[in-house]
């Protein structure tokens, strides 16, 4: 069975930073497309860093330049490090693997049947 579980989640004010960490047991990330989602309230899931087996990554235009994702392979872990918060990333943040094509997201929440994903971890970023 495979199983993802994110950490690193919390409060912190605007300007802070940061780590987020998903450990996953049942499958090997190296061999893995992984990547980071979000969901605000009111707001569709949303992706905002994804790195693929090749080592290409993603940003969204919402965190690029802020948010760094990176794969430790030795502890099957992949981290988003998000630095320069701001309110508006506030948002229940989820790990995914092997995740679907933007286009398979049709119901706005951060769950497909294609794929692994985690439960989230929250992260509330105050002014």
């Known amino acids: 069975e495979v199983q993802l579980v994110e950490s690193g989640g919390g409060s912190v004010q605007a300007g802070g930073s940061l780590r987020l960490s998903c450990t996953g047991s049942?499958?090997?990330?190296?061999?893995?497309?992984m990547a980071w989602y979000r969901q605000a309230q009111r707001n569709p899931c949303e992706r905002v860093s994804s790195?693929?087996?090749?080592?290409?990554?993603y940003y969204s235009d919402s965190v690029k330049g802020r948010f760094t994702i990176s794969l430790d392979n030795a502890k099957n872990t992949v981290e988003l490090q998000m630095n320069s918060l701001e309110p508006e990333d506030t948002a229940k943040y989820y790990c995914?693997?092997?995740?679907?094509?933007?286009?398979?997201?049709?119901?706005?929440?951060?769950?497909?049947?294609?794929?692994?994903w985690g439960r989230g971890t929250q992260v509330t970023v105050s002014s």
């Open positions: 049942g499958l090997t990330f190296l061999a893995s497309d």
């Open positions: 995914a693997a092997d995740f679907p094509p933007d286009n398979m997201m049709t119901d706005g929440s951060c769950w497909n049947s294609f794929g692994y």
């Open positions: 790195i693929r087996t090749d080592g290409d990554t």
